[in-house]
Every structure is written in structure tokens, then in C-alpha cells.
């Protein structure tokens, strides 16, 4: 091609790079043509680099997901929620919090309080998922599709977390058979009846088998939250949060805080 000698490719809305090329003498047609295919694929390359990059960059290390609906017991939910956003804010990993239910419409507890949630349960990829009891979990166990989604995300690599009876939706989704487990002490026979292949304990705040973790009932679920940060962050966060929430943890003292009757 006559007369050109320089071929600059300035991407600059992706703002990533300028190719240039200077030649000392001018360029065939071809030649040209081969410049701009090679800096163009070159600076497209660089765009999706760049993009790809952006879009994981910001994401969290581990994504939870508290669980609410019709019924749920107010402390169940958000004792657990309120340790675990202060993780988000005082942990040395990036956690992304949020409130659900099963549609992403607000709740109405158990007690009367109304929540506004995040999101619905499902609607991303999950790390962890904590499931209150209350007299809704009784109802929320019988529904076979929506155990259905949490017996999913636990496929999908999720550690499931129960508080009181929310025992009783894991156990629907199948998720206790054959391990240790516990639940608030009105509900141990109910629970131990419903799954006998469970091995459910009489003395424990909380109960860690691994890919499921249960407590105890209702303050209890504070405690196990307070395990899951020691368990996925360190244990001198999870005392950083309890210095912040002014709560008396035991991480090694597991015992009940009621004796029952």
C-alpha cells in the first residue's frame, strides 16, 4: 500500500493497550492487512483478559446464604445472620452474607417480625446455607420441591448448617443419615424418630460432620456460626467478633446452656 509506513490500533475505550508498528519502508497490502488482523486479535485478547479479570477480582471467597421464611424462629436466623455479617466486616477472608427465602419475598417470622431478604434460595452458587427452625420448618420439611433445592445446593458442594429444628429440613433432604447431629432437646426424640439412621447427641451446642453442621436450639445457633468463622476464616476472628458482640464463647466448651427436665 503507498505511502504508509505506520500502523497504530488504539483500544481506547477498553484502555488496555496501542499497538503501533513502524516500518522503514512502506507496506504492501497485505502486509497492512496482517498488522491490523494480529494487533486487533492482539487487543481483543487483552479486552477479554481484562474483563475476565475484572468480573473475579471483587468476588468473594465464600458466598452464605441465611435462610428465612413463614414461620421461621426470629433468634434461629438471625443470631446466626448478625455473627456472620460481622465476619463479612471483620474477617480476614471477603464473605458475601445475604438473607433469603425460598421465593425473595419478605417473611413473616415466627414471633411476627417481618424480613426483607436479598434473594431467593438458589439464585447463585452458594459455599454455605443456614437453615433456622421455628414452626415453619415443620411445614418447609414436608414440601418436597423445596427440599428438593436444598438437597441440590448440598450436591452442588454447599455446607449445609442447620439451627433447632431446621434439623428436620436437613434430615428431609436426606442429609443426616448416618451422621452425628442435634437440635434444640424438645425435638431430639421427634428428630431421632423421623431419622433413625442419625445419630443424634444429648449434650452439645453444636455438632460439626463435615458437610453438615447442626446446633442446638435457638441462642445456640450463635455459637455454631461462631464455629463456621473459626472453621472458615480462624479462631482469633471469630474472638474478634465476639469481643465486638460482647458474647461469651466457648468454642471448646460445648455443654448445654439449659439443663432440660
Keep these: 500500500m503507498r505511502g504508509v509506513k505506520e500502523v497504530n490500533i488504539d483500544l481506547v475505550e477498553g484502555g488496555v493497550s496501542t499497538v503501533s508498528v513502524v516500518a522503514d519502508r512502506e507496506l504492501t497490502d497485505g502486509e497492512v492487512e496482517g498488522v491490523l488482523h494480529a494487533g486487533g486479535a492482539f487487543a481483543l485478547a487483552r479486552v477479554d483478559a481484562m474483563s475476565f479479570l475484572g468480573s473475579t477480582t471483587n468476588a468473594p471467597d465464600l458466598a452464605v446464604d ?26 480476614d477472608r471477603r464473605v458475601d452474607v445475604r438473607a433469603v427465602s425460598l421465593d425473595g419475598k419478605s417473611v413473616r417470622c415466627a414471633k411476627g417480625l417481618t424480613v426483607d431478604v436479598d434473594g431467593s434460595l438458589g439464585d447463585r452458587p452458594i459455599d454455605l446455607l443456614i437453615v433456622p427452625g ?32 431446621g434439623a428436620q429440613v436437613l434430615g428431609a ?9 442435634t437440635t434444640h432437646w424438645m425435638a431430639r426424640g421427634q428428630l431421632q424418630k423421623s ?8 449434650g452439645e451446642r453444636w455438632v460439626d460432620s463435615g458437610d453438615v453442621v447442626t446446633s442446638a436450639g435457638v441462642s ?19 474472638h474478634r467478633i465476639c469481643s465486638v458482640m460482647e458474647y461469651p464463647w466457648h468454642p471448646e466448651a460445648r455443654g448445654e446452656a439449659v439443663i432440660s427436665t
Excluded: K
Design 66 to 91: 441465611v435462610l428465612f421464611f413463614d414461620g421461621a424462629e426470629e433468634l434461629d436466623a438471625i443470631g446466626p445472620w448478625e455473627v456472620l455479617r460481622f465476619w463479612a466486616e471483620l474477617g
Design 134 to 165: 421455628g414452626r415453619g420448618a415443620d411445614i418447609l420439611a414436608g414440601d418436597l420441591e423445596q427440599v428438593g433445592r436444598i438437597s441440590r445446593l448440598a450436591e452442588q458442594g454447599a455446607t449445609m448448617a442447620s439451627v433447632c429444628t
Design 195 to 202: 431419622h433413625p439412621s442419625a445419630r443424634i447427641s444429648s
Design 173 to 181: 433432604a436426606g442429609l443426616l443419615d448416618g451422621i452425628n447431629a
Design 220 to 238: 445456640a445457633g450463635i455459637d455454631m456460626a461462631l464455629h463456621l468463622v473459626d472453621r472458615f476464616d480462624s479462631r482469633a476472628v471469630a
